[in-house]
């Protein structure tokens, strides 16, 4: 009960937290969003204003010879209509005559107002307007015409200013909103203060009559005066205050159920121990014990139980943002935290669709390619498929390097379809992993070449006992990089294959199953013993001695005549050589066996006897019981005789 205690103040903390963040955070963002719209719109202005003051410029002189040309129109307008409501009814001349100049003005006038239009027009795609701006930030209309000395900016600026004073008025009456005529506009008037005049460049620039556009404005203004009071009123605000509190205590009870279930699912997992979890093997290997599989799973419980209490809480501020209208600007800004960058994932992937069919159509394709020359490496090993000049043995490792070689070709076409491809970065992080891996891995790169060249050469196939440099023993494993050797003491010799290619290899087991391998060892015996019965003990040392074949028969060679002994060469065919040292401790013991049995004295290499009195030199077990070894001669000479 006190962990759940703990953990419900944990959570209110939590939630009081992140909350009262969020609240002082919106405040802090109002206040630095307020300073930089500020300084925004400022900055804004002054760059609009610089791009437009030569387009406007140009405008305004020309609108200024426009405008001074209808102010001489209308004095003489005005002149000629009182000159001819001065004359008299039997003067028609002069008044046909006055009538025409008025005619003439009416011309001008309309002629004045096309070739503003043109002006304007023109402008369109260049000039940009100055926004009105409503309580909540928002734009109401453009303004791009300047009136007597107010420049756009400035009309703007001071219409916003105004409309804001209207909505801090109590008891706003929309009835009191009004348009006046004057001489040369329309004035929006709220009592007795003017919000704003609606001339005939303002018409045109909206490419309305002065007097529609002028009642739209009005219509704006009043909707907006009376939208903004309605929101801000003593009621409204109850209401939205209302609806927070219960936002925030749905949030509240969401985070402390949360946190049940997470207790409850982290109870469930920890009563499963040696039950349903019984942890991870693979074979013999226990990845993870049952106890480190619960650790894991309750941990990822607790950081579940965060990630939805961390959305619960994001999901909530946009929601109590949205409630108060000066604040529905944050609310949008936060979801599209979420929602814009799911919307570009989400078109990335669709405008990404046709290169992913394209690349796994490649895919495929190459699949087959490679299911193909599978085939075809099984067929050659099993001995279905024969080619001139191709070994079995090079069947695998041919298919190997040929897959290697498809798959880089594939990764090749595949390249220009994967996303990112042909940006710069993409192409310099390739470069650069492709030259650490050459530089990198040079000594292995000689290695693999190096297995290569004697998968051709066929120097030896696994199982074949062979020599390489002073070692010697069975192959038991040929990879790319190096021959693995198992030597008579079973000891494991690791040899780089560069190392291999280097040295001098003897291959004992290549002929040995045709021609059989000649197993030699080399004795001397001393001249008094006859070279005939020499050949007979080796030859019949040789067919006793297991593993040695009796066909071809086996031979003595005789390689030196040393100064005390002559030296004998025993060879002898076996098709075991792989047990070569057994057979040559077998052949020695028959050696001496065979030599002892026939009396053949074992002098060497520097065993030197005097057969004067001397016992033989043969183990005891072969000296016939009557042996006596023989006197010394001793022979007397008289000097006399002599």
Same mark, same amino acid.
Request: aromatic content about 12%.
């Given at each position: 009960m006190t962990n759940i205690k703990i953990n419900m103040f944990r959570s209110k903390v939590l939630l009081i937290f992140i909350l009262c963040l969020g609240y002082s955070t919106v405040l802090f963002s109002q206040e630095k969003i307020a300073d930089e719209t500020v300084t925004t719109v400022d900055s804004s202005f002054a760059i609009i204003d610089s791009i437009n003051s030569t387009i406007l410029n140009t405008y305004n002189a020309k609108i200024a010879l426009i405008e001074k040309q209808r102010v001489e129109d209308s004095i003489k307008k005005v002149e000629l209509e009182k000159e001819l409501t001065s004359l008299k009814t039997t003067d028609n001349l002069k008044k046909e005559e006055l009538l025409q100049q008025l005619n003439e003005l009416n011309e001008h006038e309309s002629n004045r107002i096309a070739q503003k239009k043109a002006e304007i027009d023109a402008l369109r795609s260049t000039a940009k307007g100055y926004p009105v701006k409503g309580f909540f930030n928002e734009d109401l209309f453009l303004i791009y015409t300047k009136l007597g000395s107010f420049s756009a900016i400035d009309r703007a600026n001071a219409i916003s200013e105004r409309i804001a004073k209207i909505g801090n008025h109590f008891g706003f009456d929309s009835t009191q909103m009004k348009v006046v005529s004057t001489e040369s506009a329309l004035d929006i008037e709220y009592g007795d203060q003017i919000i704003m005049s609606v001339t005939?460049?303002?018409?045109?620039?909206?490419?309305?009559?002065? !007097?529609?556009?002028?009642q739209q404005y009005k219509e704006q203004i009043t909707s907006e005066v009376t939208k903004y009071q309605a929101e801000t009123s003593w009621t409204t605000l109850s209401k939205e205050i209302g609806l927070a509190i219960l936002v925030i205590i749905v949030v509240y009870f969401l985070i402390k159920y949360v946190g049940r279930v997470s207790r409850w699912s982290?109870?469930?997992?920890?009563?499963?121990?040696?039950i349903?979890?019984?942890?991870?093997?693979?074979?013999?290997?226990?990845?993870?014990?049952?106890?480190?599989?619960?650790? &894991?799973?309750?941990?990822?419980?607790?950081?579940?139980?965060? %990630?939805?209490?961390i959305?619960?809480?994001?999901?909530?501020?946009?929601?109590?943002?949205?409630?108060?209208?000066?604040t529905k600007d944050f609310s949008e800004t936060l979801f599209g935290y979420i929602l814009n960058p799911v919307k570009k994932i989400a078109v990335g992937i669709w405008e990404y669709l046709p290169n992913l069919i394209t690349i796994i159509v490649i895919v495929i394709v190459f699949r087959y390619v490679i299911k193909g020359l599978?085939? %075809?490496?099984? !067929?050659?090993?099993?001995?279905?498929? !024969?080619?001139?000049?191709?070994?079995?043995?090079?069947?695998?490792?041919?298919?190997?390097? &040929?897959?290697? %070689?498809?798959?880089?070709?594939?990764v090749v076409v595949i390249f220009p379809y994967l996303p990112g491809s042909d940006s710069h970065i993409f192409q310099g992080v390739s470069v650069f992993l492709g030259f650490l891996f050459t530089f990198g891995s040079a000594g292995s790169l000689s290695n693999i070449v190096a297995g290569l060249v004697l998968t051709y050469m066929r120097l030896f196939k696994i199982g074949d006992r062979v020599k390489i440099g002073e070692v010697i023993g069975d192959v038991i494993e040929k990879s790319m990089l190096v021959t693995r050797i198992r030597t008579v003491k079973n !000891?494991?010799?690791?040899?780089?294959?560069?190392?291999?290619?280097?040295?001098?290899?003897?291959?004992?087991?290549?002929?040995?199953?045709?021609?059989?391998?000649?197993?030699?060892?080399?004795?001397?015996?001393?001249?008094?013993?006859?070279?005939?019965? &020499?050949?007979?003990?080796?030859?019949?040392?040789?067919?006793?001695?297991?593993?040695?074949?009796?066909e071809p028969k086996p031979f003595v060679l005789q390689t030196s005549l040393d100064d005390f002994y002559v030296s004998y060469q025993l060879n002898a065919y076996t098709r075991d050589p792989n047990k070569q040292a057994k057979i040559y401790s077998d052949l020695h013991q028959n050696i001496q066996d065979v030599c002892n049995e026939r009396g053949i004295e074992i002098l060497s290499p520097h065993y030197r006897a005097a057969r004067d009195g001397n016992h033989i030199a043969v183990p005891s077990k072969y000296i016939p019981k009557d042996y006596k070894a023989p006197s010394f001669g001793i022979k007397i000479e008289d000097k006399n005789d002599h």
């Open positions: 005939e460049s303002d018409a045109i620039w909206n490419s309305v009559s002065k !007097e529609a556009l002028a982290e109870g469930k997992i920890r009563a499963q121990v040696n349903r979890i019984k942890g991870i093997k693979i074979k013999n290997y226990t990845l993870w014990d049952a106890q480190q599989q619960v650790n &894991v799973l309750v941990s990822a419980n607790k950081f579940l139980k965060w %990630l939805i209490n959305l619960i809480v994001y999901i909530a501020l946009p929601v109590l943002f949205t409630i108060f209208p000066w599978r085939f %075809l490496k099984n !067929e050659i090993e099993a001995g279905h498929l !024969e080619l001139n000049g191709f070994y079995k043995d090079w069947a695998n490792p041919t298919y190997q390097i &040929v897959k290697v %070689l498809v798959f880089a070709f594939m !000891e494991i010799i690791s040899i780089p294959n560069s190392t291999v290619m280097n040295s001098h290899t003897v291959n004992y087991s290549s002929d040995a199953p045709d021609k059989g391998l000649i197993i030699h060892t080399t004795l001397t015996i001393g001249y008094d013993v006859a070279w005939q019965d &020499v050949y007979q003990a080796f030859i019949d040392a040789a067919l006793r001695t297991d593993l040695l074949l009796k």
